[in-house]
């Protein structure tokens, strides 16, 4: 069974930034897409970000597209999320998943594994 563990949330200041690392059990070039999405309370999930193993490419949803980056380290299984000029509108808990599907804009429809979740606060 696959596991990702997400690390790095916490507590940052609006304007501030934060680098979320994902963890995964196994290689992760045997998913064709890994990324982040995100849950606010009160509101639905939303894949924010993705990234095609195989090729590299990526996508960003609007909200973050120019503040948010997202990499990977092959040889550590890994998966990274750096966020920059954080708002009040990104807290939310993020999850580190992996796609069935190439990164896209519709990735998010195609959840195969996830994993237990960061909280991100960003204090206004």
């Known amino acids: 069974q696959v596991q990702l563990v997400e690390s790095g949330g916490g507590l940052v200041q609006a304007g501030g930034s934060l680098t979320l690392s994902c963890a995964a059990s196994?290689?992760?070039?045997?998913?064709?897409?890994m990324g982040w999405y995100a849950h606010a309370p009160g509101k639905e999930r939303e894949g924010i970000s993705c990234?095609?193993?195989?090729?590299?490419?990526?996508y960003y949803a609007d909200s973050v597209k120019g503040r948010f980056t997202i990499s990977r380290d092959n040889a550590k299984n890994s998966m990274y999320l750096e966020m920059n000029s954080l708002t009040s509108e990104d807290t939310a808990v993020y999850y580190c998943?992996?796609?069935?599907?190439?990164?896209?804009?519709?990735?998010?429809?195609?959840?195969?594994?996830w994993g237990q979740g960061t909280l991100v606060t960003v204090s206004s």
């Open positions: 196994e290689n992760i070039f045997n998913f064709n897409a």
């Open positions: 990234l095609t193993t195989a090729d590299g490419s990526t």
């Open positions: 998943a992996t796609a069935d599907v190439k990164c896209g804009v519709n990735w998010f429809k195609y959840l195969e594994n």
